[in-house]
């Protein structure tokens, strides 16, 4: 019975680890500026898009960042934003496809910077 009740608190103690682990769903964009913008359009617009995120889809905690090449390929940059489950995600994905607020910051996103790619990531914190 003892050895019963230890096999069963290391697997509920496993599971719980793996359930509790620091993960998230980061989406990097691969993008370039549009002719006359700067980076400075380009953190205007995205804490905009924050903002409205946050306030709007009910997990929030989504973050996003603009990554300016400092060595290297110089031409373009990118966005990655950080949400904290793929649910949240998945909400925030409607919300720009689905309402008139998120189809505008859409046209203001785009206005800025023309996005050639993206890709959704499962990211671990160690």
Do not use: R
Request: hydrophobic letters at 40%; a positive charge.
């Amino acid at each position: 019975m003892k050895n019963l009740v230890k096999v069963f608190s290391i697997i509920i103690f496993s599971f719980s680890g793996l359930c509790f682990a620091d993960t998230t769903i980061v989406d990097v964009f691969q993008c370039k500026l549009k002719e006359g913008k700067t980076m400075k359009d380009v953190g205007v617009v995205n804490e905009k898009w924050v903002k409205y995120m946050n306030t709007h889809i009910k997990s929030s905690g989504i973050n996003s960042y603009d990554l300016a090449p400092k060595v290297g390929n110089l031409e373009g940059f990118m966005y990655v934003d950080v949400y904290p489950d793929i649910k949240t995600w998945a909400a925030s994905d409607d919300v720009m496809k689905k309402t008139k607020e998120g189809k505008a910051l859409q046209k203001e996103l785009s206005a800025v910077a023309k996005c050639s790619s993206n890709n959704l990531y499962s990211s671990t914190k160690h």
